[in-house]
């Protein structure tokens, strides 16, 4: 099975960007789908945004407009852009595939707070 690392969380104030990355160890070329996920603390953990690999996104509607996700098939890596950042999005972000997951990563932690 395929395993990832998260990075690129950190603190932000609201309105702010970050851009955070995922990096796999294998090919993701034969999954279908990857998404991002987010979890916030005594909360389930939530799909906030999805891309195939032909390309085609969906997004929850909490980040629609805000984020942009994006997957490189020859590097093995799926990117999350975040902009316009509200305290709301404070969670722990991971990276898997929709509708068959791998093993899960430790995740990276986003804080929007002033």
């Known amino acids: 099975q395929v395993q990832f690392v998260e990075s690129g969380g950190g603190l932000v104030q609201p309105g702010g960007s970050l851009r955070l990355s995922c990096a796999a160890s294998?090919?993701?070329?034969?999954?279908?789908?990857m998404g991002w996920y987010r979890q916030a603390p005594g909360k389930q953990r939530d799909l906030v945004a999805r891309?195939?690999?032909?390309?085609?996104?969906n997004y929850a509607s909490s980040v629609r407009g805000r984020f942009t996700i994006s997957r490189d098939n020859a590097k093995n890596t799926v990117s999350l852009q975040m902009n316009s950042l509200k305290p709301e999005d404070t969670a722990v972000y991971y990276c898997?595939?929709?509708?068959?997951?791998?093993?899960w990563g430790q995740g990276t932690q986003v804080t929007v707070s002033s």
């Open positions: 898997n595939g929709v509708g068959a997951w791998h093993y």
């Open positions: 294998g090919s993701i070329f034969d999954i279908y789908a």
């Open positions: 891309i195939t690999s032909g390309g085609i996104t």
